[in-house]
Structure formats: structure tokens, C-alpha cells
């Protein structure tokens, strides 16, 4: 079975740039979440999808972070404008039930 | 929301010797725990979870406990090895018709040799 695919793996940007991330769930996997995770910290989420559908997105910092999954498969994670404090691993997961799989994450570098 | 307490922050071990990693969550609701172990740069990975209408679960030198009524759950590695070293992370399902995860902290497991 393949596993969450993400890309890309790492981007460097100015502050106020716009950035775009990209993730592919597990086959059949209707939930697909999005997260962020600072360096020394636990991952916090940003928004849910149950197929292309807002479950969750209180978390989502909306003047500057957008999200969508078309056709409830892909899903892309936009930042516009990027500030320093952005700078983190962005990881995508997708689950089938409860069981959430990690995809390898895209490290963002604000500078 | 759900909040959850992890702790130590950093705990180092012995080789052999036995770790072990607490947790606390707020919302009585909660009923799924997961417990992920995520290595230097790489991905988080699910080693063992439980769910609120059990009181523990084993897997080989994995262990997780519940206490539902004190709402805080432990994981135990014992027979530790050097790639137990890593970060560990506890986390908790709040529920409510969405289910994302509520993360601790996590946890730098260091095993000396």
C-alpha cells in the first residue's frame, strides 16, 4: 500500500511570498488532515477534510492560510502572506477510521 | 478543546533499563490515545493506541495504561535498545464529530549504551 506523498519536501521563502503545498492521501481514505509542527513541539492541526468536505478548521489562521481538496482526493495548503513565525514542518495525514498515517512532511524556512 | 500534558520533556535510560512517558488530556470525552514515534526528520509513526473502554494494551516491550478517571495514560517501553532513542508523542482524540489529534509536547527518549 502506498503511503501519503507530499512535495515538496523543503521550501525556502522571503516573508510575504506566497507558498503552496501539495499532498496525495492513501488510497480510499476519506479523512485527510492537514498539520503543522514547530520545531521542539507536538504537531497541531490546521484543518480536516472529510472527503471534500470542512470538517474542522478552527485552528486555521484564515487572513493568511487556505486549504481545499478537490474531488476528495488531493489536497493543496496555501500560505499567503508568510511570515517568519510560519516556518515549520508541514505534514499532512489521511485516515480510513481512526488510525491517522503521516505523510513525510514539507520543511518550510521563512526568511 | 482538548489540552494535553506530556512529560518528561527529555528522559535518557540505560540500555536494558525500562522508560517510561505520562500524559494527561482535559475532556472527559476523549476516547481514542494514540501513542507516535517520530526520528530525526522523519515522520511521525504509530507504535501502539488505545481506546477508552480498555485499561491496557501490550505489544512485545510496549505497553500503554489508561486510567480513564484521572484521565492520563502512560506509555512503558520496556528492554530499552538504541532505536528506541527518538521522539515520543501522546496524543488524544477529543471527538465531537471531528477528529483530529490533540498532541502532547513529546518526549526526547535517549538510551545510553
Known amino acids: 500500500e502506498a503511503g501519503v506523498a507530499q512535495s515538496p519536501r523543503y521550501k525556502i521563502i522571503e516573508k510575504r511570498q506566497s507558498v503552496a503545498f501539495w499532498c496525495n492521501p492513501i488510497s480510499g481514505h476519506a479523512t485527510l488532515y492537514w498539520y503543522q509542527q514547530i520545531l521542539g513541539q507536538g504537531p497541531k492541526l490546521l484543518i480536516q477534510?472529510?472527503?471534500?468536505?470542512?470538517?474542522?478548521d478552527s485552528q486555521l489562521p484564515k487572513d493568511r492560510f487556505s486549504a481545499e481538496r478537490l474531488k476528495g482526493v488531493d489536497s493543496t495548503l496555501k500560505i499567503q502572506p508568510a511570515k517568519l513565525e510560519d516556518s515549520a514542518v508541514y505534514l499532512c495525514a489521511s485516515s480510513s477510521w481512526t488510525e491517522q498515517f503521516f505523510g513525510p512532511g514539507t520543511r518550510l524556512t521563512v526568511l | 478543546g482538548e489540552n494535553v500534558e506530556q512529560h518528561p520533556s527529555t528522559l535518557s535510560v540505560q540500555e536494558g533499563d525500562s522508560a517510561v512517558i505520562k500524559c494527561t488530556y482535559s475532556?472527559?470525552?476523549?476516547?481514542?490515545f494514540p501513542w507516535y514515534k517520530q526520528e530525526l526528520g522523519k515522520r511521525p509513526q504509530l507504535i501502539i493506541d488505545i481506546r477508552s473502554n480498555v485499561g491496557e494494551k501490550k505489544d512485545q516491550r510496549i505497553a500503554v495504561t489508561l486510567n480513564k478517571t484521572a484521565k492520563h495514560f502512560s506509555l512503558h517501553i520496556t528492554e530499552t535498545q538504541p532505536e528506541d532513542s527518538a521522539v515520543y508523542f501522546c496524543a488524544a482524540f477529543s471527538g465531537g464529530g471531528a477528529d483530529g489529534l490533540t498532541f502532547g509536547k513529546g518526549t526526547h527518549l535517549i538510551i545510553q549504551p
Open positions: 477534510f472529510q472527503n471534500n468536505g470542512v470538517v474542522d
Open positions: 475532556d472527559s470525552a476523549s476516547n481514542y
